[in-house]
């Protein structure tokens, strides 16, 4: 069965540094990987997917994840973050027969002016 | 697309009242899920349903929940008898085979 791990409960930047939240996943095969980010009182929306193909994924909002098997990984990352990311962040893991997703607990972002 | 809808918003019931939340997925998905959310244990997946039929309701806590989706455009989960500790956010998802989960605002339900 897969599982993903999210290590950072809860990161603090300052606005205009960079990001880099981490995501650790337990999987046979190839995994769907994926993304989402929650605002207080929303629903989560999806911020970019990893199926196959090139290992570097773009999204929206200027978010990117790169997919390191080596590593098991599938890190997300932010050149420049916006007061506006501050939000809470989690990675899902699916396999390959089927549309199950299994989250990691979040990482909640909070981003100093 | 008005995206995933749920009803309602917010929910406060007493304890041993039935609970009934709803959701209409997006037109054209063919997976709907149920997840709940609590400080606690996080997101959990329910229950969900391919073309209409449950595929997994492992996640399911007790016999006091239940989950339909009698057509495609439109499921319930609904506890009887609720208890305080079923105190969440409830969220419903679909999706196109793959394509990403499409998340409603959630339905947040106290009991008391």
């Known amino acids: 069965a897969q599982s993903v791990t999210q290590p950072d409960i809860h990161i603090t930047v300052s606005e205009g540094a960079s990001l880099e939240l981490r995501c650790n996943y337990s999987?046979?095969?190839?995994?769907?990987l994926f993304w989402y980010v929650q605002s207080p009182g929303q629903g989560l929306q999806l911020l970019l997917k990893?199926?196959?193909?090139?290992?570097l994924v773009q999204g929206i909002k200027g978010f990117e994840a790169e997919f390191k098997r080596s590593q098991s990984s599938f890190n997300l990352r932010k050149p420049s973050v916006h007061w506006s990311d501050a939000a809470e962040y989690f990675c899902?893991?699916?396999?390959?027969?089927?549309?199950?997703?299994?989250f990691g607990t979040g990482t909640r972002l909070q981003v100093f002016p | 697309d008005a995206g995933v809808i749920q009803s309602p918003r917010h929910e406060v019931t007493e304890m041993g009242q039935e609970v009934t939340l709803r959701c209409k997925p997006i037109?054209?998905?063919?997976?709907l899920f149920w997840y709940r959310q609590t400080m606690m244990r996080g997101l959990e997946l329910l229950i969900y349903?391919?073309?209409?039929?449950?595929?997994?309701d492992s996640g399911m806590p007790e016999d006091r929940f239940s989950a339909k989706m009698p057509n495609a455009s439109f499921s319930t989960l609904k506890i009887q008898p609720s208890e305080p500790r079923d105190s969440a956010v409830y969220f419903c998802?679909?999706?196109?085979?793959?394509?990403?989960?499409?998340f409603g605002s959630g339905t947040r339900l106290t009991v008391v």
């Open positions: 899902a893991v699916g396999a390959q027969n089927t549309d199950k997703l299994i």
């Open positions: 998802a679909s999706s196109f085979s793959l394509g990403g989960y499409t």
């Open positions: 999987y046979g095969a190839t995994p769907y």
């Open positions: 349903f391919n073309n209409n039929v449950p595929i997994d």
């Open positions: 990893y199926f196959s193909g090139d290992t």
């Open positions: 037109s054209g998905h063919d997976y």
